[in-house]
């Protein structure tokens, strides 16, 4: 089992910059693919951006496209959200996860994805 933890959620001006990172503990963490997922009050969860096993490939939504990065240092355990720009629509509490199954897969769908952390609140005023 991989527990995941995140952190670097807060308060910020729309147009600011935040930096979420994903700490993961547990079975071999660099032979999946990360997600990034969001959830905002009242709504779904929706799909953020997700990562290969390697690094080295990345997928995002369109609402986000251009303006956050998903990076991860396997050595470290971590993955990370780089989020620039910020616009009030981005509030939400973020969440990473794990994919179900090893490789390269860049999936969208929050189902393909598995231990879940608790999340961390990101809140943009405008």
């Known amino acids: 089992q991989v527990q995941l933890v995140e952190s670097g959620g807060g308060l910020v001006q729309a147009g600011g910059s935040l930096r979420l990172s994903c700490a993961a503990s547990g079975r071999t963490f660099s032979s999946y693919a990360m997600g990034w997922f969001r959830q905002a009050p009242g709504k779904e969860r929706d799909f953020v951006a997700a990562i290969n096993w390697s690094g080295d490939s990345a997928y995002y939504s369109e609402s986000v496209k251009g303006r956050f990065t998903i990076s991860r240092d396997n050595t470290k355990n971590k993955v990370y959200l780089e989020m620039n720009s910020l616009k009030p629509e981005d509030t939400a509490v973020y969440y990473c996860?794990?994919?179900?199954?090893?490789?390269?897969?860049?999936?969208?769908?929050?189902?393909?994805?598995?231990?879940w952390g608790q999340g961390t609140q990101v809140s943009v005023s405008s």
């Open positions: 996860a794990v994919d179900l199954f090893p490789g390269d897969g860049l999936r969208i769908a929050a189902q393909s994805y598995g231990n």
